[in-house]
């Protein structure tokens, strides 16, 4: 017998055991009496046993195909039940969309995004993992993931879809602190408490001779401190907006600002794409051309 047999193999068998019938068995599976009795037959070589008794007017399981049927029946129908009944089987987007982002896409506009995804598409549920780290998808199971574009991906396996082409960071500043210290000449100004970006220092173009009140990784953090007075933050334009919009933060020195790379959105490049993938990519791309303040 051999180590591995064929699934379809074992449900055309089945098939032709509960209809008793070869062309019973073709008509249900969409197939010829000719293909599912080749099938049978390829069945009954790897298992080295003859499995049905034919005759002119009837099919009956042999002492073997007895045994093989008890063994396999329910396993059989039981993986078609599933396989059916998968999420991508459906008609809609359904299952799980396991996705990972940067804190700070989270803390601002995800949130929002994910309500009105899932309202559109009830039957997705969503698992999402924020992180600063470089998640590997594969890996670690994810479907999708929201990164900064801050180049060319390498990975061949991912396909990289742009949602938006580029951002810009910008100086920004609490009114209370403003009517407090006045408004700075630029970036030379020693009277200013700084609060800087550590990995974009060098891009915002700080003199050397200027020594930032707090250097920090995270957006958030330094838009916390900005928004309770505590000096002048450099920051993304999605991040620092609804705040400039409600009053808490005034753009100064708008002529200094510093292009960075978008946002993309990575998934499998492994076609056919899952219905739930597809469907949170293009539900992206249409929320971002009309919402995203860059």
């Given at each position: 017998m051999d180590?591995?047999i ?10 032709v055991?509960?209809?008793?019938s070869f ?17 049978v037959?390829k ?16 099919v ?6 007895t045994?093989?049927?008890e063994r ?10 599933a ?5 991508e ?8 969309l396991k996705l990972?982002?940067?804190y ?7 949130g929002s995004?994910i ?10 549920q969503?698992?999402?993992?924020f ?10 199971g ?5 990164r900064?574009?801050?180049?060319r ?29 006045g408004?700075?000449r630029?970036?030379e ?7 800087v970006a550590?990995?974009?220092r060098?891009?915002?173009g ?5 020594t ?15 928004t ?11 991040i620092?907006?609804?705040?400039v ?10 002529s ?8 993309v ?6 076609r056919?794409l ?6 949170f ?6 929320v ?7």
């Amino acid at each position: 017998m051999d180590a591995t047999i064929d699934l379809g193999l074992l449900a055309n068998f089945v098939e032709v055991a509960d209809a008793a019938s070869f062309s019973a068995a073709a008509r249900a599976l969409g197939s010829t009496t000719a293909t599912v009795s080749r099938s049978v037959a390829k069945l009954e070589r790897a298992v080295g046993s003859r499995l049905f008794h034919r005759t002119t007017r009837r099919v009956s399981l042999t002492t073997a195909g007895t045994a093989l049927y008890e063994r396999t029946a329910r396993h059989v129908r039981a993986l078609a039940h599933a396989t059916k009944e998968a999420p991508e089987h459906q008609s809609e987007p359904a299952g799980v969309l396991k996705l990972t982002a940067p804190y700070d896409l989270g803390a601002t506009f995800l949130g929002s995004v994910i309500a009105r995804f899932t309202m559109l598409y009830p039957k997705v549920q969503v698992h999402a993992e924020f992180s600063s780290r470089v998640v590997d998808l594969a890996a670690e199971g994810f479907d999708v993931a929201l990164r900064g574009e801050s180049g060319r991906h390498k990975d061949t396996s991912l396909t990289a879809r742009r949602l938006v082409p580029r951002g810009e960071l910008s100086l920004y500043a609490a009114p209370g602190y403003l009517a407090r210290r006045g408004s700075p000449r630029g970036l030379e100004s020693p009277d200013h408490d700084w609060l800087v970006a550590e990995p974009l220092r060098r891009a915002f173009g700080f003199p050397a001779t200027i020594t930032p009140r707090v250097l920090a990784n995270d957006f958030l953090f330094l838009r916390g401190i900005a928004t309770s007075g505590g000096g002048i933050a450099t920051l993304p334009s999605f991040i620092a907006q609804p705040y400039v919009a409600s009053g808490d933060l005034v753009r100064v020195l708008p002529s200094l600002r510093v292009d960075v790379g978008g946002l993309v959105l990575l998934y499998s490049s492994t076609r056919p794409l899952a219905r739930k993938i597809s469907a949170f990519r293009d539900f992206m791309i249409e929320v971002m051309q009309r919402e995203w303040v860059g």
